[in-house]
Protein backbone atom coordinates (compact mmCIF):
# COMPACT_ATOMS: atom_id res chain seq x y z
CA UNK A 1 0.00 0.00 0.00
CA UNK A 2 2.87 2.49 0.61
CA UNK A 3 3.26 3.83 -3.14
CA UNK A 4 3.26 7.17 -4.38
CA UNK A 5 -0.39 7.09 -5.33
CA UNK A 6 -1.18 6.82 -1.68
CA UNK A 7 -3.74 9.79 -0.84
CA UNK A 8 -1.95 11.85 2.43
CA UNK A 9 -2.97 14.32 4.74
CA UNK A 10 -1.03 16.75 6.43
CA UNK A 11 -2.05 18.74 9.00
CA UNK A 12 -0.05 21.17 10.90
CA UNK A 13 -0.87 24.61 12.15
CA UNK A 14 2.72 25.71 10.69
CA UNK A 15 2.37 26.42 6.82
CA UNK A 16 6.44 25.84 7.26
CA UNK A 17 6.26 22.29 8.40
CA UNK A 18 3.49 21.33 6.43
CA UNK A 19 6.10 22.49 3.30
CA UNK A 20 8.41 20.33 4.97
CA UNK A 21 6.93 17.05 5.37
CA UNK A 22 5.38 17.63 1.66
CA UNK A 23 8.42 18.22 0.60
CA UNK A 24 10.12 14.80 2.37
CA UNK A 25 6.92 12.73 1.28
CA UNK A 26 7.76 14.15 -2.35
CA UNK A 27 11.35 13.10 -2.01
CA UNK A 28 9.82 9.68 -1.30
CA UNK A 29 7.60 9.78 -4.85
CA UNK A 30 4.12 10.36 -2.64
CA UNK A 31 2.17 12.95 -5.07
CA UNK A 32 -1.30 12.59 -3.71
CA UNK A 33 -0.43 15.14 -0.71
CA UNK A 34 -3.26 17.59 0.88
CA UNK A 35 -2.60 19.83 3.80
CA UNK A 36 -4.95 21.08 6.43
CA UNK A 37 -4.04 24.29 8.75
CA UNK A 38 -6.17 22.68 11.76
CA UNK A 39 -7.75 19.84 13.30
CA UNK A 40 -10.98 21.49 12.46
CA UNK A 41 -10.04 22.09 8.88
CA UNK A 42 -8.48 18.20 8.51
CA UNK A 43 -11.95 16.70 9.98
CA UNK A 44 -13.99 18.82 7.13
CA UNK A 45 -11.47 17.66 4.72
CA UNK A 46 -11.71 13.83 5.98
CA UNK A 47 -15.84 14.09 5.85
CA UNK A 48 -15.90 14.95 2.20
CA UNK A 49 -12.60 12.79 0.88
CA UNK A 50 -11.07 9.63 1.52
CA UNK A 51 -7.14 9.46 2.62
CA UNK A 52 -4.98 6.16 2.88
CA UNK A 53 -2.84 7.95 5.56
CA UNK A 54 -2.86 11.05 7.95
CA UNK A 55 0.63 12.92 9.56
CA UNK A 56 -0.80 15.27 12.20
CA UNK A 57 0.68 17.94 14.50
CA UNK A 58 0.20 17.50 18.08
CA UNK A 59 -0.27 21.10 19.36
CA UNK A 60 -2.69 22.95 17.27
CA UNK A 61 -5.73 25.97 17.45
CA UNK A 62 -9.00 24.55 17.55
CA UNK A 63 -8.54 21.16 17.71
CA UNK A 64 -5.50 19.41 18.54
CA UNK A 65 -3.84 16.41 16.92
CA UNK A 66 -5.08 14.21 19.93
CA UNK A 67 -8.67 15.18 19.57
CA UNK A 68 -8.11 14.99 15.72
CA UNK A 69 -7.21 11.28 16.14
CA UNK A 70 -9.78 10.32 19.32
CA UNK A 71 -12.31 11.74 16.46
CA UNK A 72 -11.37 9.93 13.52
CA UNK A 73 -10.81 6.82 15.48
CA UNK A 74 -14.83 7.34 15.90
CA UNK A 75 -15.60 7.72 12.75
CA UNK A 76 -16.26 4.17 10.09
CA UNK A 77 -13.91 5.19 7.30
CA UNK A 78 -11.31 6.32 9.09
CA UNK A 79 -11.06 3.15 12.55
CA UNK A 80 -7.80 1.73 10.77
CA UNK A 81 -6.27 4.34 8.80
CA UNK A 82 -2.50 4.85 9.34
CA UNK A 83 -2.16 7.84 11.69
CA UNK A 84 1.01 9.05 12.55
CA UNK A 85 1.20 12.02 15.83
CA UNK A 86 3.96 14.41 15.09
CA UNK A 87 5.18 16.63 17.98
CA UNK A 88 8.16 18.74 19.29
CA UNK A 89 8.11 17.29 22.47
CA UNK A 90 9.38 13.89 23.24
CA UNK A 91 7.06 13.31 26.18
CA UNK A 92 6.87 9.72 27.36
CA UNK A 93 3.01 10.80 28.62
CA UNK A 94 2.23 12.14 25.14
CA UNK A 95 3.54 9.12 23.45
CA UNK A 96 1.44 6.77 25.90
CA UNK A 97 -1.56 8.60 25.14
CA UNK A 98 -1.31 9.04 21.12
CA UNK A 99 -0.93 5.06 21.40
CA UNK A 100 -3.94 4.27 23.94
CA UNK A 101 -5.65 6.61 21.43
CA UNK A 102 -5.06 4.78 17.94
CA UNK A 103 -2.06 6.60 16.71
CA UNK A 104 -0.33 3.97 14.65
CA UNK A 105 3.22 6.13 15.30
CA UNK A 106 4.88 8.97 16.66
CA UNK A 107 7.31 11.19 14.98
CA UNK A 108 9.63 13.96 17.21
CA UNK A 109 10.62 17.01 15.23
CA UNK A 110 13.19 17.67 13.72
CA UNK A 111 12.93 14.10 11.57
CA UNK A 112 14.19 13.91 7.81
CA UNK A 113 12.88 11.70 5.03
CA UNK A 114 14.14 8.44 6.06
CA UNK A 115 12.73 8.38 9.50
CA UNK A 116 9.36 8.85 7.43
CA UNK A 117 9.81 6.52 5.28
CA UNK A 118 10.58 3.88 8.19
CA UNK A 119 7.45 4.74 9.87
CA UNK A 120 5.25 4.90 6.27
CA UNK A 121 6.71 1.37 5.39
CA UNK A 122 5.91 -0.14 8.94
CA UNK A 123 2.73 0.64 8.79
CA UNK A 124 1.64 -0.14 5.28
CA UNK A 125 3.32 -3.11 5.72
CA UNK A 126 6.02 -2.32 2.40
Known amino acids: MADGSMKILVVDDFATMRKIIKNLLGQLGFKNVHEADDGATALAILKKDHFDLII ?3 NMPKMSGLELLKT ?3 MEDYK ?3 FVMVTAE ?3 NNIVAAIQA ?3 D ?4 PFNANTLQEKIKK ?3 D
Open 123 to 125: MCG
Open 90 to 92: ANK
Open 56 to 58: CDW
Open 80 to 82: KTP
Open 102 to 104: GAN
Open 72 to 74: TRG
Open 106 to 109: YIVK
